[in-house]
C-alpha cells in the first residue's frame, strides 16, 4: 500500500486557481500511475486527471485546458493546477495510485482534500 496525503483545498471564487498536492509515502518511480478524482454530493466519484510514470497524461473532457496535472518525483509529490475554476468543480478531490506488482494492481486512495468553488 502507498500512503498518500492530499492538501491544498480550500474556497475560491469563479475563475480562480488552486493547486493541489498529493505526497506518497512511496517514489513515485516505483508507481505505474497516479490520478485525481472528484466526488460532489451525490455524484459518483468521477476521474479528473491521470498521470503515468512515462509521464503520460489523460484529462476528462471537462477539464481540459483548465486543470493540468504533474509529478515530483524528487519529492514524492503529484500535483493538480486548477485555473478558471467553475462551480461545477465544487466536489471532494482525492489522489490515487497504482502499482502492479507481480502481474496484480495494487490501488490506493488518499483522505481527500475539499474544494469549494463560490462567490
Do not use: H
Amino acid at each position: 500500500q502507498v500512503q498518500l496525503v492530499e492538501s491544498g483545498g480550500g474556497l475560491v471564487q469563479p475563475g480562480g486557481s488552486l493547486r493541489l498536492s498529493c505526497a506518497s509515502s512511496r517514489g513515485l518511480f516505483s508507481i505505474n500511475s497516479m490520478g485525481w478524482y472528484r466526488q460532489a454530493p451525490g455524484k459518483q466519484r468521477e476521474l479528473v486527471a491521470t498521470i503515468t510514470s512515462g509521464g503520460s497524461t489523460n484529462y476528462a473532457d471537462s477539464v481540459k485546458g483548465r486543470f493540468t496535472i504533474s509529478r515530483d518525483n524528487a519529492r514524492n509529490t503529484l500535483y493538480l493546477q486548477m485555473n478558471s475554476l467553475k462551480p461545477e468543480d465544487t466536489a471532494v478531490y482525492y489522489c490515487n495510485a497504482q502499482r502492479v506488482v507481480i502481474g496484480t494492481t495494487i490501488v490506493s486512495w488518499g483522505q481527500g482534500t475539499q474544494v469549494t468553488v463560490s462567490s
